[in-house]
């Protein structure tokens, strides 16, 4: 069931643990069966009770599924197992879309840019109780807002935009919501919703984005 991999550890964050590291380092595969709860607890020599509550931690945590009589597994495609893991090859001929990178070829140049900050920076150093946001940015970033019926308020800069889908999820959700994303969709997206607690419920797509009848 588990191959050479022993599951360890006394306390419910141990078993979790040691079932997450395997995971994450390919020694437990997507869609390997764990053993049942009163099994592994007898292996451990601990409570069922520890064990059942490791699992629960790592259902939370979208690493395993459970399915009733049918047992508990790793998930298809975990949260935490690397994604070269379980990357689809890519036909030839057919663009990748899959790591979320945009064409090189379309990125403006930065030194300036950068080199320009770094200037302003040393003339106007940024300090705690600052505005949070450049007030030039706020401003061309609200005309853009407004220009696309966005109601007005106030304006969050974020390290790109999957730090922005987490801040909404963390600030809105409570783990076991149900959170609906595109299909197919963005690989780092379905990795941070079962991350974060949080279901997954896909929904298809067209030319015009998500499909109203899915």
């Known amino acids: 069931m588990l191959g050479e991999y022993p599951i360890q550890g006394r306390r419910a964050a141990e078993i979790s643990a040691s079932v997450e590291r395997a995971v994450g380092d390919g020694e437990l595969r997507p869609g390997q069966l764990l053993p049942p709860m009163r099994e592994l607890a007898e292996t451990l ?6 064990v059942a509550a490791a699992y629960r931690t ?4 979208g690493v395993i599924e459970t399915a009733g009589r049918r047992g508990s597994r790793v998930r298809a495609k975990p949260a935490t197992t690397g994604r ?28 300036p840019a950068f080199g320009a900050a770094a200037a302003q920076g040393d003339r106007d150093p940024v300090l705690y109780g600052d505005d949070p946001v450049e007030p030039g940015l706020a401003r061309a970033a ?9 109601p007005d308020g106030p304006v969050a800069v974020t390290s790109g935009s999957l730090d922005a889908v987490e801040r ?39 030319d015009e984005g998500p499909v109203p009848v899915a």
């Open 45 to 50: 020599g601990v409570n069922p009770n520890t």
């Open 58 to 61: 790592l259902r939370e945590r």
């Open 84 to 111: 070269d893991q379980i990357r689809v090859e890519v036909p030839e001929g057919v663009r990748d879309l899959s790591d979320g990178n945009p064409d090189p070829a379309l990125l403006p140049p930065l030194a």
């Open 142 to 150: 609200r005309a853009d807002l407004d220009a696309d019926g966005v």
């Open 168 to 206: 909404v999820l963390a600030a809105h959700l409570k783990p076991g919501d149900t959170v609906a994303v595109e299909d197919p969709g963005w690989g780092s997206l379905l990795d941070l919703v079962p991350a974060l607690g949080r279901r997954t419920a896909a929904v298809a797509v067209d």
